[in-house]
Structures are given as structure tokens and as C-alpha cells.
């Protein structure tokens, strides 16, 4: 086989502006997001122009989640963009997931919530069957799912598992006989074969282990089932989160889940694929080019970081008064008995330094950090875990204090009893410890050995 190079992107979101991204409730909204939104448009354009000039790779793969929610002039505006890509003589293959259908699509005007038309599933494989399905030399339409041939001896597994709308369905024993027919023609051929999948089939980092919406429902059959299979290599996206994780099943054959961040939220990256042979993958990152916006001064890097962050602080900020806003958001129903408790922690979480919370916990803390307010740490510590390569690592000033505050806390942790999605006991600091600090693979520059 010869060598062969790709780019992959994920979340590409794209929400048609001329539709509506303005207004008071606009504002509300974008409160809790960590993801664009008004500027969608412009951030795919200023990619696909860079993608559209780049002499590195001429096969690009985007993971799911094309649209902001459906919107049908979104997809349609997003067609376009792709047929220019393809002028330019790119290769294209997508899949689509859960934002890429909905019967309650939303914009935004001067009139507050508006409801454009929207696009149903049904429709997803005639809006994008030049892009993969057209291409394909064997599909599975009722699942959206197919096999493309991406190079001499490399082909893509590209599959779908949206089904009826259901919350993160898993792949149904028809869709499974089907992947595995496809395996079985791919050793018979002699094709290495690696899999696109939007959401997560291993947690992107260890916290989101306990979070079902975190990780595709049954994934660690599924990935079991793959590798043993001979998918030795998964691209995922869906949690915004860039990370890169390794499982080795109990028959010894790896599977690697590479899951890419949003291009439209931070870190907004891509990824540059060079297949070497099928046991070696080197896996580069690129950041995504600056677009078009006004970014109040701020370059395009730090505007979309800031965003994240704005999640974090507006929630840590409205739990003083506004508790019934996040609970809504965290869909923590409307117990109304918890108001004051909300309100005193984030009056609390609000004015708190890090080293006054050392302090209270009778942990050391570095002088660099005791004036630091504790809402700043948690939301670069929050973002750490979404940007991947966390740095709050044991040996530095941020990760030593947060590891002392956990030893201190651990008898509390310990009582509490969360079950993984594998159904585990989870170990809540062990989970936090690994997901503050990367003491695993390299999320953004790394070479995978597959065998």
C-alpha cells in the first residue's frame, strides 16, 4: 500500500446567519454556549478556503454534526461550500448525527425565538450523497452508514447511528451483521480499514466515563467488537473535546479512538492523517485559520477561548441569582428547595481565591496562585479537560494544589458511588486527577502503532 494523507474535522456546526444570530434572547442564549453560533459561517469558510489551497492531503473526512441544529438553508448553504472544495479537487467524505435533523430547529431575530425550517433524517442521504454514499462501494442506507475506498489499500468504514431520533442509540444487530460483513471484505482484500463515527466510542477523558451522553451507549462492545475485527482506528468527534485514547481488548488487539474538537468552539482544530503503513499513523494537529469577525480585539485564538470560558464564569456568576437558569441549563429540573444552597455557594465560588480554599482545606498552595479567584481556575481547568494535553498535572504549581485538595477530600469522595458506563465503581479522584492533567497519549502530535 502507499502512503496516504487526510485531513479530518468534526462539528463544523454551520448555521446559515442570514437566518437569524441577533437579539436579546440571542444574548440569553449564548450565555451558557461554549460553541458559536452567529459565526459559524465564517468560521467554515475561512477552513474550507484553507483546506481548499492546502497541498498536504486532497481527501478531507468531517465526523458529524454538519449543521448548528438542522436548519435546512444550513445544510444547503453548507452543500455549497463543499461542492467548491470538491472543484478544487478534494476528496470528501461525511457522516451526519444528531444536529443534522430536527423538527425544532431555532434562530434568532429582534422578536426573540424564531423557527426555521428544518431537515429530516430521512433527507440526510440525498442533501449529501455526493460526499461519501455516491462514492461508496457498499452502503447501508438505513443507517446512513457506508464503505469508501480512501487510497491503495485503505478504506474508510463511515457510520451512522442516529436511528429514530432515539438519545444515543447504539448500533442495532442489523447495522452490526452489516459492519461485520464489511470487516470480513476487508481482510479477504487485504484493506486496512479505520472507522469515522461522531460520537465518542471510548471517553474522551476519564470524568466523562460517568457521563452517558459523554460516550456512545454500549461503547466498550462496540470497540471490542471493532478491533477484534481489525478496526484498529476510529475518528470521532461530538464532545468538542481533543483527546486521543488507547483500549486493548482481552483477545490483545488495540483500537485507538481519535476524537477531534469543534472547529467552531476552542480549540477549533483539525487533523492531518498520514497513513504509513497499516500498523503505523502519525497524526498531526493544525488550528484552525483565523476568520473573519469582529473579535473586539482579540485574535480569533483567545476569542473562541474566552467563549468557553464565558460558559463557565456566566454559570458560577448567575448561581448568586438566578439559580432556577442553571439548573435549567444543567437539566436539574426546578427544585426550588435548592435555591439557597445554589445561591450561597456561587456567592461563595464568586469572591474565593484559590489560596483562601487551600486554606480551608489545610492544603498547600503555591504564592502564585493564592490571589487567584477559584471561578478562574475552575474555568482553565474545565477548558484544559475540553482542549486536551491538560497541564493542572502533579509537579505543577495548579496541579499539586489540586491534588492536595482531593487527598483532603477524599474520605467524602470515596462515599460517593457512580458507576461508569461500563457499570464500574468509579474511583471519583482518580477520574479527576487524569482528566486535570494528560498522563497519557500526546491529544495533538502523536504516532500510533496499530499492531
Not at 25 to 40: D, I, N, S
Not at 155 to 179: P, V
Not at 218 to 237: K, P, Q, R, S, Y
Request: hydrophobic share 35%; with cysteine.
Amino acid at each position: 500500500m502507499e502512503k496516504l494523507k487526510f485531513f479530518v474535522i468534526t462539528d463544523t456546526h454551520y448555521f446559515k446567519n442570514s437566518l437569524g444570530a441577533f437579539g436579546e434572547e440571542y444574548e440569553k442564549f449564548m450565555r451558557y454556549e461554549q460553541k458559536c453560533f452567529a459565526e459559524t459561517e465564517s468560521i467554515n469558510k475561512a477552513l474550507f478556503e484553507y483546506l481548499g489551497n492546502s497541498k498536504e492531503a486532497d481527501i478531507i473526512l468531517i465526523a458529524g454534526d454538519l449543521s448548528f441544529n438542522g436548519e435546512k438553508e444550513s445544510h444547503l448553504a453548507f452543500i455549497e461550500e463543499l461542492k467548491k472544495l470538491r472543484e478544487k479537487g478534494k476528496k470528501i467524505y461525511v457522516i451526519t448525527a444528531g444536529h443534522d435533523f430536527e423538527d425544532n430547529c431555532f434562530a434568532f431575530d429582534e422578536t426573540g425565538r424564531i423557527s426555521p425550517e428544518g431537515t429530516k433524517r430521512e433527507e440526510l442521504y440525498g442533501l449529501y450523497y455526493e460526499f461519501g454514499f455516491k462514492q461508496a462501494i457498499a452502503c447501508d442506507r438505513k443507517h446512513l452508514s457506508y464503505v469508501a475506498q480512501l487510497g491503495e489499500g485503505v478504506r474508510l468504514l463511515a457510520l451512522n447511528n442516529d436511528g429514530d431520533c432515539g438519545d444515543f442509540q447504539t448500533y442495532d444487530e442489523e447495522q452490526i451483521s452489516w459492519i461485520k460483513e464489511q470487516t470480513a471484505k476487508a481482510k479477504k482484500d487485504g484493506q486496512m480499514l479505520i472507522a469515522m463515527n461522531h460520537y465518542p466510542l471510548l471517553p474522551g477523558q476519564p470524568i466523562f466515563s460517568i457521563v452517558p451522553t459523554c460516550v456512545q451507549k454500549n461503547g466498550g462492545e462496540i470497540t471490542t467488537m471493532l478491533a477484534d475485527e481489525g478496526v484498529h482506528l476510529v475518528f470521532t468527534g461530538h464532545m468538542h473535546n481533543q483527546s486521543v485514547n488507547l483500549k486493548v481488548t482481552p483477545r490483545g488487539n488495540k483500537i485507538y479512538d481519535v476524537c477531534t474538537g469543534s472547529v467552531i468552539a476552542c480549540p477549533s482544530v483539525m487533523r492531518l492523517v498520514t497513513v504509513e503503513d497499516k500498523s503505523k499513523v502519525d497524526i498531526k494537529t493544525i488550528p484552525c485559520p483565523d476568520f473573519q469577525w469582529d473579535t473586539k480585539g482579540k485574535s480569533c485564538k483567545q476569542y473562541l477561548s474566552d467563549l468557553f470560558d464565558s460558559m463557565i464564569l456566566n454559570l458560577l456568576e448567575d448561581m448568586k441569582e438566578r439559580p432556577e437558569a442553571v439548573l435549567r441549563k444543567i437539566n436539574g429540573g426546578a427544585n426550588e428547595k435548592l435555591y439557597p444552597f445554589i445561591k450561597g455557594a456561587g456567592k461563595l465560588l464568586n469572591k474565593i481565591t484559590v489560596g483562601n480554599t487551600a486554606v480551608l482545606l489545610h492544603a498547600k498552595c503555591d504564592k502564585s496562585l493564592k490571589k487567584v479567584l477559584l471561578k478562574n481556575y475552575i474555568s482553565e481547568l474545565v477548558r484544559g479537560v475540553f482542549e486536551g494535553n491538560q497541564s493542572f498535572c502533579e509537579g505543577t504549581p495548579k496541579g499539586d494544589v489540586l491534588l492536595k485538595a482531593l487527598d483532603r477530600l477524599d474520605f467524602i469522595l470515596k462515599r460517593i458511588h457512580i458507576k461508569t458506563i461500563d457499570g464500574e465503581e468509579a474511583d471519583i479522584k482518580e477520574l479527576i486527577k487524569n482528566s486535570a492533567g494528560n498522563y497519557g497519549l500526546d491529544d495533538y502530535n502523536v504516532t500510533l502503532y496499530l499492531e
